[in-house]
């Protein structure tokens, strides 16, 4: 490593189990600072696990291509499926597609690299929340409220930030503060509702006045 260059084994980098989304995710972009564009990786450590979790780029309009790097998968793209082995290339043109990919075998291990045509990149919003996971085994949700603050001061809309930091201050004691990013998180995506109802995270304050109902 240099100041002009740098290189990472994918394996150093311990994957944050993202239960929401399941999927074993590899912050790549993150890991090695890059800013032009996104680069991301997941692994399968059983088969049946996501190595792509369902989505659509319907709002941020990203171009994805993803890379089977090891082991075996099956994508879904918008209903149709596709055996994926290793060295499967996969581009998905129309963001409006809804994709998703399962391991046929333990340690599958698939790459994404992702951005919207035509534009300077920024680095996605989920990729905060994503990451604060990492606080979660060891239930530091002190360390993921300051986290996820810093995410909530540059993205101060995004739901799905406000949304996670209400679930971290919801199991660290925060009812107020938990109840009020729950309510503004409502406010910009009313589907939040629906997650909310079940997400045990949001027990504590469930019985709250306020508290979200469909």
């Known amino acids: 490593m240099s100041e002009h260059w740098q290189s990472v084994r994918l394996d150093e980098i311990e994957p944050i189990p993202i239960t929401g989304a399941n999927v074993n995710w590899r912050p790549l972009r993150r890991t090695l600072g890059i800013e032009a564009f996104g680069i991301n990786a997941y692994v399968a450590t059983a088969a049946g696990d996501h190595v792509v979790e369902e989505h659509s780029e319907s709002q941020l309009r990203h171009e994805e291509v993803y890379i089977v790097l090891a082991g075996h998968a099956t994508f879904t793209l918008a209903g149709e499926t596709l055996d994926a082995p290793t060295g499967t290339v996969v581009f998905i043109r129309d963001p409006d597609v809804r994709r998703s990919a399962v391991a046929i075998e333990a340690g599958t ?96 304050i469930r019985a709250l006045p306020g508290f979200p109902t469909a």
Request: aromatic share 14%; charged share 25%; with cysteine.
């Open 109 to 204: 291990s698939v790459l994404a690299i992702g951005g919207k045509a035509g534009e300077p990149y920024s680095a996605s919003p989920w990729e905060w929340y994503f990451y604060a996971e990492r606080y979660r085994p060891g239930k530091d949700w002190d360390g993921g409220i300051a986290f996820l603050e810093e995410g909530a001061a540059r993205y101060p809309d995004h739901a799905g930030m406000l949304y996670s930091l209400a679930c971290f201050e919801a199991q660290a004691g925060r009812h107020d503060d938990a109840l009020a990013h729950l309510q503004r998180a409502v406010e910009l995506e009313p589907r939040t509702t629906e997650w909310a109802a079940k997400d045990d995270d949001l027990a504590s």
